[in-house]
C-alpha cells in the first residue's frame, strides 16, 4: 500500500507507516499520549507496520518487550522460527504459559547450526516447553537464519533480533511489528511449508538424549546470557 503518513517518536523508537484506527490493537511500546496522537491524525488503512530497535544503551528492550506483549496477547497460535532459542526466563515463562493455555505454539530451530553452543544450550530449553505442550522442530533443509513470529494470523514480526538474550541486550538489532492479516497468513502458510522440512522434537526423542549430550546442555545452559 502507499505511504500515507510517517511519525517518528524518539522514545520509545516508533514509525507508523500505512495504520487503522479501526483495528483493535495496542501496538508495542505505545505511551498514552503517543496513542492519542495515533488515533486521532492518521487516515483509515488496512495494515499497520512498526519498527523497533535496539542498542546496548537502550534504555527500554524494544524487541524483546514486542515479542512478549505479543505472546502474552496470543489467542490461537504463536510460531517462531529463531536460528538461535536461548530466551530470558519472562519469554521462556510466557511461552510456557501460552502452551498450557491451550494456544498453538510452534517454534523452528536449525538442525544444522553455525554455533554448537547455542545450539547445545538451545536444545536444554526445549525440555520444559515440551512438558508444557510446545510443538519444536528441527529444520533440516540447510541452515535456516529466518527471525520471525507470527500471532494469531494478524500480528507479524520479521527483523534481526534472534530469540535470545544476546539480541535482547548487547546486539544492536531491528524488527519490523506488521498488524496485517492478509500479510500473516501469507507467512503462516510458509511457516507451514518449512515445517515439513523439518523433524519434530518428540518427547521420546528428548528423552533419550544421551548423557554427553546432556553435559553438553548443561554447560552451554550456565553461560546461555554470554552466548
Given at each position: 500500500p502507499p505511504l500515507i503518513e510517517s511519525i517518528t517518536f524518539e522514545i520509545p523508537s516508533v514509525t507508523f507507516l500505512n495504520p487503522s484506527p479501526n483495528e483493535s490493537i495496542?501496538?508495542?511500546?505505545?505511551?498514552?499520549?503517543?496513542?492519542k496522537i495515533f488515533t486521532s491524525v492518521l487516515p483509515t488503512t488496512d495494515t499497520i507496520w512498526l519498527t523497533e530497535s535496539e542498542t546496548v544503551d537502550t534504555k527500554f528492550q524494544n524487541i524483546r518487550n514486542g515479542y512478549f506483549k505479543m505472546i502474552n496477547e496470543a489467542e490461537r497460535n504463536i510460531?517462531?522460527?529463531?536460528?538461535?532459542?536461548?530466551?530470558?526466563?519472562g519469554i521462556f515463562g510466557a511461552l510456557k504459559i501460552a502452551a498450557l493455555s491451550g494456544i498453538d505454539v510452534r517454534i523452528i530451530i536449525p538442525a544444522n547450526p553455525d554455533?554448537?553452543?547455542v545450539y547445545w544450550a538451545s536444545m536444554s530449553y526445549l525440555g520444559e516447553l515440551l512438558e508444557a505442550g510446545?510443538?519444536?522442530y528441527q529444520y533440516n533443509d540447510w541452515f535456516i537464519h529466518s527471525?520471525?513470529?507470527?500471532?494469531d494470523g494478524f500480528v507479524t514480526s520479521?527483523?534481526?533480533?534472534?530469540?535470545?538474550i544476546r539480541s535482547f541486550d548487547l546486539n544492536f538489532e531491528t524488527n519490523a511489528f506488521i498488524?496485517?492479516?492478509?500479510?500473516?497468513?501469507?507467512?503462516?502458510?510458509?511457516?507451514?511449508k518449512d515445517i515439513e522440512k523439518c523433524t519434530e522434537i518428540t518427547k521420546e526423542w528428548y528423552d533419550k538424549r544421551t548423557a554427553w549430550f546432556r553435559v553438553k546442555e548443561s554447560i552451554s545452559r550456565l553461560i546461555s546470557p554470554m552466548l
Open positions: 495496542t501496538p508495542v511500546m505505545m505511551s498514552p499520549a503517543v496513542l510460531y517462531i522460527t529463531t536460528p538461535y532459542f536461548v530466551p530470558d526466563d554455533h554448537p553452543f510446545v510443538k519444536c527471525k520471525t513470529v507470527y500471532i520479521v527483523g534481526t533480533a534472534n530469540m535470545d498488524y496485517d492479516r492478509d500479510i500473516t497468513k501469507e507467512h503462516e502458510e510458509q511457516f507451514m
